[in-house]
């Protein structure tokens, strides 16, 4: 059985939290939900921790200081009892049921090992090639993750998805692309509100990108990764145990 752990980190998201809180804890799969508030200044957690009455399944943890992505996923998995997690982001626009849903199938089904998402505003060229490599959501046996966070903790604030990268092509998973047409990603000049600012977040998230993987690895990720990829349809047996995952 597939136990769904949902995993949200949020900085300074309040503004958008509540609609992807609304989407997530209404999902008959998803057994819980995390939400890590990473040392936010504008009621983030408030508002997170407003639905907790209604849905019992719903936990809010706060970081006293802003560690930046990475740590605050690693911080959520320590708590994580699901068998596999749910990656999102806390700022996701036009998510819906049926989205969630067509993220966990493939792996529900055993027709993938991991699956990963190919929202619409997702660079041009990563619609082209249909992957978006860095992408931020995600799902993920929990293992993989969950034995390695002394690792995660010493990742740049934004290395975490190359991190994981590495990991699946090593175990050479089986990874599914699932689009999501209806689903965009706000820029972050929008969210800061100056194209500066959002220029220079873009800059740092790069930079902790190559800090984790040089630039040609990057590239040799986006290799490998398309030729682990499944037709999400595809009706595969599931591997025995994915015991190489978990190395």
């Known amino acids: 059985m597939t136990k769904i752990s949902c995993i949200l980190p949020a900085y300074n ?14 999902h008959p799969q998803i057994a819980e939900v995390i939400v890590i508030d990473d040392g936010s200044s504008d ?21 006293t200081q802003n560690g930046g992505k990475t740590a605050a996923v690693a911080a959520g998995i320590a708590e994580a009892a699901g068998t596999h997690l749910m990656l999102l982001d806390s700022d996701l626009l036009g998510l819906t049921h049926s989205d969630l849903g067509a993220l966990i199938a493939p792996v529900a089904n055993g027709e993938a090992d991991v699956t990963i998402s190919l929202r619409r505003n997702a660079p041009r060229i990563w619609r082209v090639i249909g992957l978006d490599y860095i992408s931020g959501e995600r799902v993920i046996p929990r293992e993989m993750l969950g034995t390695r966070l002394e690792a995660l903790n010493a990742l740049p ?19 599914a692309v699932v689009a999501w047409p209806g689903v965009d990603s706000p820029m972050k000049s929008a969210k800061l509100g100056n194209w500066r600012a ?47 995952i978990a190395r």
């Open 13 to 26: 998201e309040a503004p958008r939290i509540g609609a992807v809180l609304e989407r997530v804890l209404g």
């Open 43 to 63: 009621g983030t957690a408030e508002i997170a921790e407003g639905y907790r009455a209604a849905h019992p399944h719903l936990r809010v943890l706060r970081q």
């Open 157 to 175: 604030r934004f290395g975490l998805e190359v991190f994981m990268n590495r990991l699946w092509i090593g175990a050479r998973a089986r990874i």
């Open 198 to 244: 959002g220029v220079a977040a873009d800059a740092r998230m790069i930079r902790d990108i190559f800090r984790t993987i040089a630039p040609h690895r990057a590239l040799g990720q986006i290799v490998a990764m398309r030729r682990l990829r499944v037709p999400a349809q595809a009706q595969t047996l599931p591997r025995k145990g994915l015991e190489r």
